[in-house]
């Protein structure tokens, strides 16, 4: 049976689920996010749609997500899904200073699609939507076969079902960046390994890099030229429109 739903949203419910996670132009990164720690998800979101958003500045880069499921998804998996992107979002917003947001994402199952996304639209590629790993096995240049949270490779996010928030900000983060390298003992930075009960808030840069290889500094400042560190902005991102396929 298939039915496409779509919501439009308005301002992000921030939806935390407490984990780290592993650049612009015409690449995405190659590598793996490494965690340190173990733990499951569990649980389903709702949506009251009841919120409201504030519109995005004439500077900001608006970026389209594609994510692709694999297996097939019940509805609260997509629910699920839905709502952790959308709290991905509002740190997104936050982290960037208001310079980049998701405008549209569209969230199929059944689909084994892993084409590469090109900046500024992404693509993320799921296979388990209940899935808390996509190990073990999952091919990684420089890394050991084993079992990853998540990570990227040839312009693909990888995520299970229940993903960590934070790791997806790592993985775009190379994406917005093209940053093909890790910063991984930087903790400060959504560029650090996964530990449990680090929660930083944004992208490093040489007053709080704690490896010398800040991120605003060497990175944006050449893939984004045009975004401004610090920067004023909306306390809240623009509303996501959501194109939901349960096939």
Known sequence: MKRAVILSLTMIIAVIFAMPGCGQSHKSSRGGFAVTGTGSGSGSGTNTNTNTGNGAPASATASDLVISIKLDAQASSLERIRAGIESVNSKLWTAVHGQNYFREVTIRDKTDDQSPGEWPEGHIWIGDP????????????????????????????????????????????????????????CMKCFMGRGVPGNTPTGYCDGSNCSVSDPCWDKYFSKAQPSWIHPASHDADPPAINFIITDN
Not at 151 to 163: E, H, K
């Open 130 to 185: 209940e899935g808390t790993t996509i190990g073990p096995g999952t091919p990684y240049d420089g890394f050991p076969a084993g079992i990853w949270w998540l990570g990227s490779r040839a312009g693909v996010i990888l995520l299970p079902g229940r993903f960590y928030q934070q790791g997806l900000l790592h993985e775009w983060g190379h994406f917005m960046m093209d940053r093909k390298n890790e910063e991984y003992d």
